[in-house]
């Protein structure tokens, strides 16, 4: 069985120059969901002329969203020093979480060291929903990553009770 046979003995290259996965648009993440999650790619992107972090975060829990991709644009280098300040603010947070090894440097990261501080640590993050059109009249939604916290679980809140016994004199 050669590379391009499929499992039921075709050839994939039959195809010819086109496909269709037969997948179809999922649902984003509904708004302020909190997620168990942690980066799996961490690299500088392009588009427009302008350069931006690109992180890409895998849902840990809960299960509903196991496995999900979230992508962040972290934009440090934002014209706009307000923005960029901001995004400066949420690498750092994310960087903290993860280990704070990209702080321990004032150079500008490169991909290399993005990958090796951000990836693979769990943490919790909030999601947002996004929407816009695209240059074909289609509105797209997805999922924008607006808060970064430690992999603590919540803490359950405090019922009122007390475990002490008031009756005891002492």
């Known amino acids: 069985m050669g590379f391009w046979t499929t499992s039921d003995d075709q050839n994939a290259t039959d ?11 999922i649902d984003p993440i509904p708004a302020s969901t ?16 302008e350069e931006y972090i690109n992180l890409r975060w895998t849902v840990l829990e809960p299960d509903s969203y196991k496995n999900r991709k979230v992508f962040q644009k972290v934009r440090v280098l934002d014209v706009d020093d307000k923005k960029a ?3 400066k603010r949420m690498l750092a947070a994310i960087d903290a979480n993860c280990g704070g090894k990209l702080s321990q440097s004032d150079d500008l990261p490169q991909d290399m060291d993005l990958q090796s ?20 009249g289609i509105y797209r939604t997805g999922n924008w990553v607006n808060q ?3 992999n603590e679980k919540p803490k359950p809140e405090p019922t009122g009770s007390d475990d002490t016994d008031d009756d005891i004199p002492f």
Request: hydrophobic share 35%.
């Open 15 to 25: 195809t010819g120059k086109s496909f269709e996965t037969g997948g179809g648009n």
């Open 34 to 49: 909190q997620l168990r999650a942690m980066i799996d790619d961490a690299k500088w992107d392009e588009r427009n002329d």
């Open 85 to 87: 300040d901001k995004a």
């Open 117 to 136: 501080a951000l990836c693979n640590t769990p943490m919790l993050i909030q999601v947002q929903v996004w929407e816009m059109e695209g240059s074909d």
């Open 148 to 150: 970064v916290g430690n």
